[in-house]
């Protein structure tokens, strides 16, 4: 089992900047490739970036493409979610995940585990 703990969260206003960790434990994450998810008031769970093993390779939702920022740190199995320029539309509640099967993927059903999430407000 792999436990992932999301921190980080809190409330920031538009245009500020936030960063997000999720420190991975237990077995390890070696290979895996990781993503962050939100998930909004009233809406499913979404997409928001994902990264690579290596950090080589990374994938962006269309709406936070060029604000928010994916990276990884392999020696702490800690990776990151640097959020600048937020809108208050960012606000949710955001998931770490970890696939051991697939790198840079989209879809909530290929990761096989979940941090217990972080809020994120933003305010106008």
């Known amino acids: 089992q792999v436990q992932l703990v999301e921190s980080g969260g809190g409330l920031v206003q538009a245009g500020g900047s936030l960063r997000l960790s999720c420190a991975a434990s237990?077995?390890?994450?070696?290979?895996?490739?990781m993503g962050w998810f939100r998930q909004r008031p009233g809406k499913e769970r979404e997409f928001v970036a994902a990264i690579s093993w290596s950090g080589g390779s990374t994938r962006y939702a269309d709406s936070v493409k060029g604000r928010f920022s994916i990276s990884r740190d392999n020696a702490k199995s800690t990776f990151y979610l640097q959020m600048n320029s937020p809108k208050p539309e960012d606000t949710a509640v955001y998931y770490c995940?970890?696939?051991?099967?697939?790198?840079?993927?989209?879809?909530?059903?290929?990761?096989?585990?979940w941090g217990q999430g972080t809020q994120v407000t933003v305010s106008s």
């Open positions: 995940a970890a696939s051991s099967r697939y790198t840079t993927v989209v879809v909530t059903a290929l990761y096989d585990y």
């Open positions: 237990g077995r390890t994450v070696t290979g895996s490739g």
